[in-house]
């Protein structure tokens, strides 16, 4: 089992060494008086793309990975 650690968002994956894991984050808004589904849901897929390049082999932890991910992040705060 590895467990990657990417100290952004809150971002932890694990994953088991047979082609799978788990994602765990701090992305979605889970309080408040109206929380924002579309912004949840584009956070959703976000989670979903780390876990399954992770599963793959890519190097989530990789500096330019880093920026790239929060760059999507931030594009969708912006316009969400």
Do not use: H, W
């Not at 799978?20 to 008086?33: A, H, Q, R």
């Not at 924002?36 to 780390?50: K, Q, T, Y």
């Amino acid at each position: 089992m590895t467990v990657i650690d990417l100290r952004c968002y809150g971002i932890v994956v694990t994953l088991d060494g047979r082609g799978e894991g788990s994602i765990v984050s701090d992305l979605k808004e889970t309080d408040g008086p109206q929380i924002n589904m579309e912004f949840n849901a584009a956070m959703d897929g976000i989670e979903s793309l780390v876990l399954a390049q992770a599963c793959m082999g890519c190097d989530i932890a990789s500096p330019a990975y880093l920026e790239a991910l929060e760059s999507a992040v931030e594009a969708c705060t912006n316009n969400l």
